[in-house]
C-alpha cells in the first residue's frame, strides 16, 4: 500500500505471487509522520492496524475516523484516499495480499467494501503482523509467510464474525468432511459423525437425505467403495490392503459390499480396461439396507 522510499516507511517484498489461493505479497511499518496516499486505486488487498495516533480513510462509502487499535482494508479497484491526522499522526502496520481464496475468507468476516474498517478488539493484533520475509523465494519461507497470513486473518474471523454467515452452519458440509477425512477407520460410527457435528441426530439425518439423497451410512460406503475402485485401478495394492485402506477389516465382507455397490467383484474391477474407470466409479450403486 505505501511508497517504497525509505523516509516514507519500512518495507518487505515478497517477489512471489504464484499461489492464486492466498498470497502474501508485502508487508511494512509506516512511522508517524505526514505521509498520505491517494486518491487512487491498487490491485491487491491492503489490512492496516493503527498502533499509534489518529488519520482518516475516505472511500466512495464515506469517510471514516480511525484511531489507535482500528484496523482497516483496501480492497482491489476501489478509489480511496488516506492521511494522518494533523495533531496525532498515526503509526500503522500493514500487509499486502491477494488471490482467488481471499474473498471467501474475508466474507467471515465484517469486514467489506462498504464496511472497510473494524474498531479496536481485546487483543493486540500487533504481533500478528510480524509475516516472514520471503525476498529470496525460498519454498519454506513462502509457506511460511502465506500460513502467518493466514493466521492474522484468522483472528479478523475470530473477533470480528460475520454473524450472518456464522450462524449459517453447513451441517452437512461438515458431515461430508469428518467422512472424508475419516472413512479409513474401520471403527467409524454414524454416532461418531452426529457427535463431531454436535446437533439433533434426526435433524441432521433429514438435512443430509434432502442434500444427498441418501442416509449417511450409505453415504460413507459409498465413499468408501469409490475410494476402494480408485486404488484398485491406480495401485498394485491386493484386495485385502485396499479393504483395509478404506475402513474394512474383513475381506470378504467388503467383497460383498463392493459387488453389491459396483456389479463387479474386486478382482474382476481390476481388469476392467483402463480407459473408463470413472464410469464405474460414478455408477456406483448403495442400497439404503448396507
Not at 57 to 83: A, C, N, V, W
Amino acid at each position: 500500500m505505501e511508497s517504497r522510499n525509505n523516509d516514507i516507511g519500512i518495507n518487505f517484498m515478497n517477489h512471489s505471487q504464484s499461489s492464486n489461493h492466498l498470497t502474501f505479497i508485502n508487508k511494512g511499518y509506516k512511522p508517524s509522520n505526514s505521509h498520505k496516499w491517494g486518491p487512487g486505486v491498487r490491485d491487491i488487498y491492503a489490512l492496516h492496524y493503527i498502533t499509534r495516533g489518529k488519520g482518516v480513510l475516505e472511500t466512495r462509502y464515506g469517510t471514516y475516523q480511525l484511531k489507535t487499535g482500528d484496523s482497516f482494508i483496501i480492497f482491489p479497484h476501489m478509489e480511496i484516499y488516506y492521511y494522518p491526522d494533523s495533531q496525532d499522526p498515526w503509526e500503522y502496520v500493514w500487509v499486502e495480499f491477494n488471490g482467488d481464496e481471499v474473498m471467501q475468507l474475508l466474507s467471515w468476516t465484517m469486514l467489506s467494501p462498504k464496511k472497510p474498517v473494524v474498531p479496536v478488539c481485546e487483543i493486540n493484533l500487533r504481533p500478528f503482523y510480524e509475516i516472514e520475509d520471503n525476498v529470496n523465494d525460498r519454498p519454506y519461507k513462502t509457506i511460511r509467510s502465506d500460513a502467518k497470513l493466514r493466521l492474522l486473518l484468522s483472528y479478523y474471523m475470530e473477533y470480528y464474525p460475520n454473524d450472518m454467515v456464522t450462524d449459517q452452519t453447513d451441517y452437512v458440509g461438515m458431515a461430508k468432511n469428518y467422512i472424508h477425512n475419516n472413512y479409513w477407520k474401520n471403527a467409524m460410527k454414524v454416532s461418531d459423525i452426529v457427535d463431531i457435528v454436535k446437533v439433533d441426530r434426526s435433524y441432521l439425518f433429514r438435512l443430509f437425505k434432502e442434500d444427498t439423497g441418501m442416509s449417511i451410512s450409505a453415504y460413507l460406503t459409498k465413499y468408501r467403495i469409490q475410494r476402494a475402485c480408485e486404488l484398485l485401478k491406480t495401485s498394485d495394492l491386493s484386495i485385502k490392503t485396499v479393504a483395509y485402506s478404506v475402513g474394512y477389516r474383513d475381506q470378504l465382507y467388503f467383497s460383498k459390499i463392493f459387488k453389491k455397490a459396483t456389479s463387479y467383484a474386486p478382482s474382476e474391477y481390476m481388469m476392467l480396461p483402463q480407459d473408463n474407470p470413472e464410469d464405474h466409479r460414478n455408477k456406483t450403486h448403495i442400497p439404503e439396507s448396507l
